[in-house]
Each structure stands twice: as structure tokens, then as C-alpha cells.
Nanobody
Framework: VQLVESGGGLVQPGGSLRLSCAASGFPFSAYGMSWYRQAPGKERELVAGISAYSGVTNYGDSVKGRFTISRDNAKNTVYLQMNLLKAEDTAVYYC???????WGQGTQVTVSS
């Protein structure tokens, strides 16, 4: 099983980034997927989740209206579009299949001028 995140980096406040998570080794389309993040000195928190088939989404309060989670089951990939980024969005972002307790290695997002 692998979850491989990509797309992190350094961006200025107000900017955008798109994270991708390529999954392999399990029936991706059958499971809900989530993005979590962890900032230095803070607990890991849920950013966004998307259900397996219906594509129902949910978001953490701090990112509602700015971030969008989506998935492409044909590509076994889940995305996180992040707009209007703020300094407080700086964290390591992790892709996860919570029901199977699968986690990626994380990708760093830094929002700074």
C-alpha cells in the first residue's frame, strides 16, 4: 500500500496550491479519503474528507470556503485545492485512508511572504 503526496511548497499569503495523493495497493474507489495537517507544536487535524462513491465532502472549520477536496477514481488520486492561503495554513499535509489507517509521508506547505 502506498499513498504518495505531492504539490507542497512555499507560497505567499493569498496564493494557491494543489496537493495530489496517488494511491496504490488497495481498492481506492471503495474507500473514503481524507487530508489532515499538522503544524509544529500542534495536534494533527482534519482538513477535508471525501466519501467513496457519492463524493460527499466535509471540511474543517478553518478551511471551509477556501479549500476543495476532490477525487479521480480512474487515476486512484485524491486532490486538495487550497486557495486564499494564510500563514496559519503552514503545516505538513497528510493524505489518509482513515478506514484502513493508511497514511502518506506528508508534504510540507509553507505560507509566507
Amino acid at each position: 500500500v502506498q499513498l504518495v503526496e505531492s504539490g507542497g511548497g512555499l507560497v505567499q499569503p493569498g496564493g494557491s496550491l494543489r496537493l495530489s495523493c496517488a494511491a496504490s495497493g488497495f481498492p481506492f474507489s471503495a474507500y473514503g479519503m481524507s487530508w489532515y495537517r499538522q503544524a509544529p507544536g500542534k495536534e494533527r487535524e482534519l482538513v477535508a474528507g471525501i466519501s467513496a462513491y457519492s463524493g460527499v465532502t466535509n471540511y474543517g472549520d478553518s478551511v471551509k470556503g477556501r479549500f476543495t477536496i476532490s477525487r479521480d477514481n480512474a487515476k486512484n488520486t485524491v486532490y486538495l485545492q487550497m486557495n486564499l492561503l494564510k500563514a496559519e495554513d503552514t503545516a505538513v499535509y497528510y493524505c489518509s485512508c482513515p478506514n484502513r489507517n493508511y497514511w502518506g509521508q506528508g508534504t510540507q506547505v509553507t505560507v509566507s511572504s
